[in-house]
């Protein structure tokens, strides 16, 4: 299975911030690369697909990069709706494997 | 609007069986993939099974290999998840997932296996 390590497991950032997550593939995954945002109780949304996305009606402050096996999310002008988990996830093959979280909270 | 609405869930005993369905709104189901994916209280996510449009790819996890059926009706817009021999540790919210990413997910259904 391939693992997925994300970078830092949590953060504190003040709001207009901007805050980068990385997230690395035990092997190559091309572009097969997404990112998930989940808030308490809810079910994870789908923010950043193929690496570089971006998933119909999210913001334009979310932004992804990367291939192979090394991959970023960023957040421009952090807001306080944006203070959640964010998730990477492989889609290259299965099984699909998710990072660990990346808990974003408020300094 | 896409909408994906799972039921079934509840509490079950170790060994015990139930069947999750999902039922789904909003776009052409019969030519999307759809997947069960699994979330244990204060853990990420878990992937469980996925099942191609015509149901001839079915993927499972190692974890549910051999006790859980993946299902789809695609004239009822409708997917379906057995599950038998359960076990304390597929306690867990199951969340219906669209596609081939993920892009849509349910709400989710709550899974309780104890005794």
């Known amino acids: 299975d391939i693992q997925m390590t994300q970078s830092p497991s949590s953060l504190s950032a003040s709001v207009g911030d901007r805050v980068t997550i990385t997230c690395r593939a035990s092997?190559?995954?091309?572009?097969?690369l997404a990112w998930f945002q989940q808030k308490p109780g809810k079910a994870p949304k789908s923010l950043i697909y193929?690496?570089?996305s971006l998933q119909s009606g999210v913001p334009s402050k979310f932004s992804g990069s990367g291939s192979g096996t090394d991959f970023t999310l960023t957040i421009s002008g952090l807001q306080p709706e944006d203070f959640a988990t964010y998730y990477c996830q492989q889609y290259n093959n299965y099984p699909w494997t998710f990072g660990q979280g990346t808990k974003v909270e408020i300094k | 609007e896409v909408q994906l609405v799972e039921s079934g869930g509840g509490l079950v005993k170790p060994g015990g069986s139930l069947r999750l369905s999902c039922a789904a709104s909003?776009?052409?189901?019969?030519?999307?993939?759809m997947n069960w994916v699994r979330q244990a209280p204060g853990k990420g996510p878990e992937w469980v099974s996925s099942i191609s449009s015509s149901s001839t790819y079915i993927y499972y996890a190692d974890s549910v290999k051999g006790r859980f059926t993946i299902s789809r009706d695609n004239a009822k817009n409708s997917l379906y998840l057995q599950m038998n021999s359960l076990r304390a540790e597929d306690t867990a919210m199951y969340y219906c997932v669209r596609g081939t990413w993920g892009d849509y997910w349910g709400q989710g259904t709550l899974v309780t296996v104890s005794s």
């Open positions: 193929a690496a570089s």
């Open positions: 092997q190559g995954i091309s572009n097969y």
């Open positions: 909003g776009f052409s189901f019969s030519i999307y993939s």
